[in-house]
């Protein structure tokens, strides 16, 4: 669009059950090109449903979604989904798993071998690529599901709680590892996360949602230079003033 934006949720709703459960209500939010837009909130304030929403992959009941201007009504092409839970084939390798997008996309096979050389590569797996995903650690399987998100060279890049079942450790060499990578590709990205650590240490913008009904409460603009050394970001006193003000948002909505 003209002014920059990427993706616009138009005052958007999403209910169940023949409208007795509200995953979300009148949402409105806009995300710009090259944005990384972090998006917190407690369980069940409808976060993984509107990503679902914006990858075309459910439909709101009333308001919309648009890329690029264009109503979204289905999947569309140039945008990409990392989910909390890998995804990855059992019966594959390391290569054909990172390949699989582009096979069926039918990216002729001399391209579709090198694309997914180069972000094996990029995400750190070289050496693994004959390997599945029994022999590979849970940090492993998630860098083998970047991968495969990006070699279909997406516009966007929606990631639902993509580090959310790793250890710490690993969680915090993901974070690094997604900070370099925005750096190298310049994605526009959507990141759902329960963590305000990891929405202050990544996000370009941070969308605080509550629930009953699910909505945003507000959208905090992150001011910290990129590129982002992560132990940096969480040494400003500023960290420390946002993280407290999210916790304070959230707060009313935990159920204790």
Known sequence: ???????VVDHASKLFLEGTVVAFRNVELNV?????????????????TLLRCIGGLL???????????HIVHSPRP??????????????????????FGLKVAGVPRQQLAERVEH????????GFENQYPYQLSGGMQQRVGLARALA?????LLMDEPFASVDAQTREVLQEELLRL?????????????SIDEA??????????????????????VNFARPRDPAAVRAEPRYTEMRNHIWEELRPSVVV
Not at 81 to 86: A, D, E, G, K
Not at 119 to 126: E, F, K, S
Not at 152 to 156: A, K, L, N
């Open 200 to 221: 202050l240490v990544l996000g370009d913008r941070v969308a605080v949602m509550a629930t009953r009904p699910g909505r945003v409460k507000e959208v905090l603009t």
């Open 182 to 194: 925005h750096e190298r590709e310049r994605k526009t990205m959507v990141f759902i996360t329960h």
């Open 119 to 126: 972000y094996i590569r990029l995400v750190g797996l070289a």
């Open 78 to 99: 140039g945008v990409a989904i990392v989910f909390q839970h890998f995804g990855l084939l059992p019966w594959k390798t390391v290569v054909d798993n990172v390949g």
């Open 59 to 69: 439909a709101p009941s009333s308001g919309q979604v648009l890329i690029d201007g």
């Open 152 to 156: 279909t060279h997406p516009e966007i």
């Open 1 to 7: 669009m003209a002014d920059g934006t990427k993706i």
């Open 32 to 48: 710009r090109s090259n944005e990384v837009l972090c998006i917190v909130g407690p369980s069940g304030c409808g976060k993984t």
